[in-house]
């Protein structure tokens, strides 16, 4: 019979041998996928879902991370904003996981943004936003607005851009948006744009009647060259596209670039009648190199074996690419810091660099927990991809505080 002092020898044994241990199971290391599979947001988010549980396979297949397999815990805010802090709560309180990968909207990641500081865990960020934040348990893998929206309003403004002179702001009605055109007003009144010339409009998640706004557009581009910068996300842009085509709205007449549309959101939508219309990103799946054409076939692959929905048509797009990079970089970080603790891995995060399926070796930036990205943007072409036609040559260094807005000066680092 085990005596009281045998018994705690035995505990203080077992303590001993695990006090070197992590907090997670000793086999696996959980990581939290947030994003909504359900909801108006679906037919964006879903893909970065499976994209991230393909990269998980794939860190998996080639030994984990520091000898553990990873195990992914998916959950589904429903495009409910509130709703995300609650499951981002579960993801770090419940589940304990290591790092989260999720969010699309900028409303959904501000809501959960007290809960990772105040537990001081990590979320990586894999989609373009305004700007106007820096988070020290946040890495942004997707683009600022000098690596998205500022070149493709640049790019519509010059000779090959078509020389637009007046500008529509068309957006959801949330804070990406809002404050996107914000600043897009802002540069565009640098360049002497009038705020005559300048039209912003605001339509709530889901709307489905883009009618009288095209109607409207078409009757405001008679003043002058114009183009549209379209904020529209989720699954509004289908309608909106359908409208353009309907009104005969071609990109010759009035260009319209996007900067939430890309490979996914046109799979539902005939292309044919947007030829030439513009999006904006940091990658296109068109694009050539030996990289790239890896990364689409094991997608394609992994799009079949999982017999995801229209797997025939699987695409990639550049929030997914964010979130390949994004969910390696921290693999990667983990490894180098031998730790999932938090305040180790982000010391280990700053400076790792990853060759990127765009084709360039992209790093992250130690001073601002964003990417250096190149700029790209495409023209839809009839087959739904992107035809890259213009391209910056080398990555750029993010400024999350634009230099067009008072009082940014000298905030680009923590």
């Excluded at 105040?118 to 820096?134: A, D, R, S, W």
Aim: proline share 5%; hydrophobic share 40%; aromatic share 8%.
């Amino acid at each position: 019979m085990q005596t009281r002092r045998t018994f705690i020898t035995t505990l203080a044994a077992a303590a001993a041998l695990t006090a070197g241990l992590p907090a997670h199971a000793a086999d696996t290391i959980k990581v939290g996928i947030l994003h909504s599979l359900s909801g108006t947001m679906a037919i964006s988010e879903t893909s970065l879902k499976d994209v991230a549980l393909m990269t998980i396979d794939e860190i998996n297949a080639n030994g984990g991370v520091m000898g553990k397999k990873l195990e992914a815990v998916v959950v589904d805010p429903a495009s409910n904003w509130p709703l995300f802090a609650e499951k981002a709560r579960q993801l770090v309180v419940k589940d304990k996981v290591a790092a989260v990968f999720g969010c699309w909207t900028s409303v959904s990641r501000k809501s959960v943004l007290p809960v990772f500081k105040e537990t001081n865990n990590l979320l990586f960020y894999p989609v373009q936003y305004e700007g106007e934040e820096l988070e020290k348990n946040v890495f942004y893998t997707g683009a600022a607005p000098n690596q998205q929206a500022i070149p493709a309003v640049e790019y519509l403004m010059s000779k090959d851009g078509g020389g637009a002179k007046r500008f529509v702001l068309l957006g959801t009605d949330y804070v990406y948006p809002r404050t996107t055109n914000k600043i897009l007003r802002a540069f565009l009144k640098s360049k002497g744009v009038k705020d005559s010339d300048i039209q912003e409009v605001y339509t709530p998640f889901g709307h489905a009647d883009y009618q009288t706004i095209v109607a409207n557009i078409k009757k405001f581009s008679t003043g002058g060259k114009t183009a549209v910068i379209s904020t529209i996300n989720g699954d509004s842009n289908v309608p909106f596209y359908k409208e353009l085509g309907n009104a005969g709205l071609k990109a010759t007449d009035v260009p319209v670039v996007a900067f939430s549309v890309g490979e996914e959101e046109l799979r539902g939508v005939d292309t044919k009648p947007l030829l030439g219309h513009l999006a904006a990103w940091n990658y296109f799946e068109s694009v050539k190199n030996p990289v790239n054409a890896s990364f689409v076939k094991k997608w394609k692959a992994y799009a079949a074996a999982k017999k995801l929905p229209n797997a025939a048509s699987a695409v990639t797009n550049d929030p997914m690419e964010a979130t390949y990079v994004g969910i390696h970089m921290w693999a990667q970080a983990v490894e180098k810091a031998k730790s999932t603790d938090t305040d180790k891995v982000i010391a280990a995060m700053g400076g790792q660099t990853f060759k990127a399926p765009s084709g360039y070796t992209l790093t992250m930036d130690a001073t601002n927990h964003h990417l250096h990205k190149p700029v790209m943007i495409g023209e839809i072409k009839g087959d739904g991809q992107f035809s890259v036609v213009w391209k910056t040559k080398d990555v750029v260094r993010a400024q999350p505080w634009s230099p067009f807005i008072a009082g940014n000066e000298g905030k680009q680092k923590l």
